[in-house]
T-cell receptor, first 114, second 118 residues
Framework: AQTVTQSQPEMSVQEAETVTLSCTYD???????LFWYKQPPSRQMILVIR??????QNATENRFSVNFQKAAKSFSLKISDSQLGDAAMYFC???????????FGQGTRLTINP | GAGVSQSPRYKVAKRGQDVALRCDPI?????LFWYQQALGQGPEFLTY????????KSGLPSDRFFAERPEGSVSTLKIQRTQQEDSAVYLC????????????????FGSGTQLSVL
């Protein structure tokens, strides 16, 4: 079965500090894509960052970066200089190349303390 | 439109009632997805359309769930004889490309319909 596990139901960080959210996944496929989505109280899922499994270089989008460890099947999200607007649920997800559906983890609720 | 639009935003149904949830994807988007998100959980895949064709309905939990996209744009998710376990947020998403090309392409999500079955 293809699964995504987020072991941290909740995380909190001081504003301007750095926080890392963990994600592991299980798949026998070699060609796939990994994503982090943010879900604020509005419920709309917003793509934060994505990573192609065939790329060794970790993806970066401004204050957001990932640590992709393919052999360990680990895909963590680092948020630098945390801002109040970063507070939300964060979901890790992946999609196999050629497949349609995203498989999501259970989510991590991130709180930013002012 | 500018984004994916879903209506209604909230729906309260009595057990046994039929409901219909609407999704307006971004104009021109080929792919459309429905996901079910139970309270405190991640979204789970329900079904996928490429234009008007329903290519995957493996996630639909029972034959009470039915989805359609007759003209390849607006989609409706219908739930017959609702049960309490159907209470969830139903998210719709669309993307520009079709299956096989999708890869790492971004999905655009709507704000969902929160269904409460009493």
């Amino acid at each position: 079965a293809q699964t995504v596990t987020q072991s941290q139901p909740e995380m909190s960080v001081q504003e301007a500090e750095t926080v890392t959210l963990s994600c592991t996944y299980d798949t026998s496929e070699s060609d796939y894509y990994l994503f982090w989505y943010k879900q604020p109280p509005s419920r709309q899922m917003i793509l934060v960052i994505r990573q192609e499994a065939y790329k060794q270089q970790n993806a970066t989008e401004n204050r957001f970066s990932v640590n992709f460890q393919k052999a360990a099947k680990s895909f963590s999200l680092k948020i630098s200089d945390s801002q109040l607007g970063d507070a939300a649920m964060y979901f890790c997800a992946y999609r196999i190349q050629g497949a349609q559906k995203l498989v999501f983890g259970q989510g991590t609720r991130l709180t930013i303390n002012p | 439109g500018a984004g994916v639009s879903q209506s209604p935003r909230y729906k309260v149904a009595k057990r046994g009632q039929d409901v219909a949830l609407r999704c307006d994807p971004i104009s021109g988007h080929v792919s459309l997805f429905w996901y079910q998100q139970a309270l405190g959980q991640g979204p789970e895949f329900l079904t996928y359309f490429q234009n008007e064709a329903q290519l995957d309905k493996s996630g639909l939990p029972s034959d009470r769930f039915f989805a359609e996209r007759p003209e390849g744009s607006v989609s409706t998710l219908k739930i017959q004889r609702t049960q309490q376990e159907d209470s969830a947020v139903y998210l719709c998403a669309s993307s520009l490309l079709g299956t096989g090309e999708m890869g790492g392409e971004k999905l655009f999500f709507g704000s969902g319909t929160q269904l409460s079955v009493l």
